[in-house]
């Protein structure tokens, strides 16, 4: 901000004061028929108000310089206060989100520690024994109780086969039965993880729009308010220009003496 507008009154005082004293004096030549001496005050006179009328433009292109500023500055504090706060409000959401995220992938692997042990549980290690396995056994039984060794022998053989196949094939269904179930429960898990990762990415979108939105407006508003200021003072410099330009000295010199000692005076 400048100091002109502290110095300016007084010159304009001293100035007021004497255009009045050589406008009275060159009159006063003139009525005396002093004519040169009218003239040579005439000259200064003239000079003193091209003077005075740039101090007048002076001041009245300080104080709009001052007026800008002042709305620059408005809008540059508010522009601050319009980042701060999104900024604050996208950090605090992208925490939100995350721990979001977080709490649904320790759930899903909650989920599968507990599911895994009740598939150890409702799917047994051996399979039941077949048919066949059980009639074998009964043949072995009947075999022993007769002393016939060697055909129980030859009977319990076979059984520990039919045992290991039946097992091995019971095994390999198992696992794969297992997997299975394990690639269900993790396809459900990723359908709700996308779906949360999917909601997410809507309210950020949103909120981005949002944002833009609102800094829009700002800055519609901002102009707005500096385009109307800049109207209000080109009129105001325009009435100024006219006014100097018609204005005689004695007139200019009479709305001087009647003006108010006020930096933001209006011409009318």
């Not at 009740?118 to 109780?145: G, H, M, N, V, Y």
């Amino acid at each position: 901000m400048n100091n002109t507008h502290q110095k300016n009154p007084i010159q304009q005082s001293d100035l007021q004061e004497q255009i009045q004293f050589l406008y009275h004096h060159q009159k006063s030549c003139e009525k005396q028929g002093k004519y040169l001496e009218a003239d040579i005050a005439k000259t200064k006179l003239n000079e003193l108000t091209k003077t005075l009328d740039f101090q007048y433009k002076h001041e009245v292109a300080d104080r709009h310089q001052d007026e800008k500023q002042l709305i620059d500055k408005a809008h540059f504090d508010e522009f601050n206060q319009f980042n701060i706060f999104w900024d604050e409000k996208l950090k605090q959401f992208d925490s939100e989100a995350n721990n979001a995220k977080d709490e649904i992938l320790s759930r899903h692997q909650i989920e599968l520690t507990s599911f895994l042990e009740e598939l150890d549980i409702t799917i047994p290690l051996k399979p039941k024994d077949s048919a066949q396995l059980l009639k074998l056994r009964k043949t072995e039984e009947q075999l022993a109780k007769l002393e016939n060794y060697k055909e129980a022998h030859m009977i319990q053989q076979r059984i520990l086969y039919l045992e290991k196949e039946e097992f091995n094939k019971w095994n390999h269904t198992r696992q794969n039965k297992i997997r299975n179930l394990i690639q269900q429960l993790r396809q459900k898990q990723i359908i709700e993880l996308n779906a949360l990762q999917q909601r997410i990415l809507s309210v950020q979108e949103e909120l981005s729009k949002n944002k833009s939105q609102e800094l829009q407006k700002m800055l519609s508003k901002y102009q707005h308010v500096r385009k109307g200021l800049e109207n209000q003072q080109n009129q105001e410099i325009n009435r100024l220009e006219k006014s100097i330009k018609n204005q005689s000295i004695m007139s200019k010199m009479n709305s001087q003496m009647k003006k108010p000692q006020d930096e933001n005076y209006n011409l009318k």
